[in-house]
């Protein structure tokens, strides 16, 4: 028998305009934990895709225990023991844990001796020897969106290795959970090793591959470029072979000079009691303030209010000392503000549409002739003023946005925004999810824009990236502004003493 449990060997799948994966390979053991790392556009969730029969290959072979398969669809995917955790759940919140886990395959019985019916307490029995599985004590009636973001995920990882779950492909699992909730995922799977369950680990945090991983798999531009032992790795090592070339440093050199205060904020209050309170602080004219805070500190709910997506009750907005009133996200864009949202997917891009709809879409009324004639010769120069401007990988302006790798995805939403020619930029997690490479040409994006004056609001978890981004950082507790700290002052203890100021 093969010393590993699936193998895919000389992969090739093209999509128009892109050959996603060239000759790609990947090789599974029994028990271990295996990193597949590249940047957004190596091909690492094609090949995945591919794997779990959601994609046809045009080239290549699967190999399970040594025998050549084959794997058409995600249902001959599972029969095999390949399951699959989607960085984007989809979860049903209204139903419950037992409904969650067995949708599509409830277990059946007759009723009235030949009436087929699903068999409520089989399920409910089997869900709660799986919920124990993943150390989950909870009810399996229980709707599941009671549940936090990293219990559902768990839920989903129980619905994974309901059946026979040998080969277990994790995501992005962490892109959204605490540390806290970080190390409760690394148990499960450490229990799972112990089961013989080989497990694809994706993810762009280094600092988790090389503490979880067993062994290390490099894309690039589709193509296999290496596995290594992970105790035989660095992070300098995985950069350079991700993106082809020696990062000499993380981030750009700055050469924004901040000016004036344009923007200010005072006494910023929400309609809920439980979100932010009593904000005030100010940005200058070519100024990136980083904002820094725990989980629930109400960074995001803050900056939402601000553009107009959640209510306040007090507070004043003042843009060169005039006061803004801003009700809705389309009074901020008329008065020169723009927000990138931290959810790409879910209140980012606009998936089915293409990408000169997508950058488009927010400056519309500039490419009216006439008043109801869109004028595409020029939403066409502006796709390929932001596709030179900002390195854009894409096929053409047709393509459609969910076609593109993350990091191309944000530089589209960035370009929308752009187009809008704004003077303040709130950029709420810029990065998340995205490769060490791509993540280097955004924060280009962003120390360009300062340098031209604009100014910069940036929410960010990764205290490396507040660190080497920010002219100032603020920091939030618990919906409070407990404190600002100089860029060049700031390291990862004074902002944790102001980002654990608890009342």
Known sequence: MSEFVLEMRDVSKSFPGVKALDHAQLKLRPGTV????????????????????????????????????????????????????????????????????????YPMKKALGFIPVVDHEKMYEETGKLLKRVRMDFDPKAKLGTLTVSQMQSV?????????????ILDEPTSSLTQNEVEALFRIIEDLKKENVAIVYISHKMDEILRISDEVT??????????????????????????????????????????????????????????????????RKGEILGVAGLVGAQRTEL?????????????????????????????????????????????????????????????????????????TKKIAELVEENRRKMNIKTPSGKTLIQSLSGGNQQKVLIGRWLANDPEVLILDEPTRGIDVGAKYEIYCIIADLAKQGKSIIMISSEMGELIGMSDRIMVMCDGRVTGFIDGKDANQENIMAFATQFE
Request: with cysteine; proline share 3%; glycine share 10%.
């Open 34 to 105: 295996h990193a597949l790392m590249g940047e957004n556009g190596a091909g690492k969730s094609t090949l995945m895709k591919c794997m779990f029969g959601i994609y046809s290959m045009d080239e290549g072979e699967i190999y399970i225990d040594g025998e050549k398969t084959s794997i058409n669809d995600p249902l001959e995917a599972w029969d095999k023991g390949i399951s699959m955790v989607h960085q984007e759940l989809q979860p049903i919140p209204a139903r419950t844990i037992g409904e969650n886990i067995f949708l599509g395959r």
């Open 156 to 168: 989903e990882i129980a619905k994974a290795v309901a059946g026979n779950c040998r080969v277990l």
């Open 218 to 283: 490099i894309m690039r531009d589709g193509q296999y470029i290496g596995t290594w032992d992970s105790k035989d790795l660095t992070t300098d090592f995985i950069i350079t072979k991700m993106v082809g070339r020696e990062l000499s440093n993380l981030y750009p050199k700055r050469d924004n000079v901040p000016g004036d205060v344009v923007f200010e904020v005072e006494d910023f209050t929400s309609i809920n009691p439980r979100s932010f309170r009593h904000a005030s602080f100010n940005v």
């Open 303 to 375: 900056m939402e209010g601000l553009f107009g997506i959640r209510s306040h009750v007090s507070g004043t907005i003042r843009y060169r000392g005039k006061e803004l009133k801003i009700n809705r996200p389309k009074d901020a864009i008329d008065q020169g503000i723009a927000m990138l949202t931290e959810d790409r997917r879910g209140s980012g891009i606009m998936g089915v549409l293409s990408v000169a709809d997508n950058i488009s879409i927010a400056s519309l009324n500039k490419y009216v002739d006439h008043g109801f004639i869109l004028n």
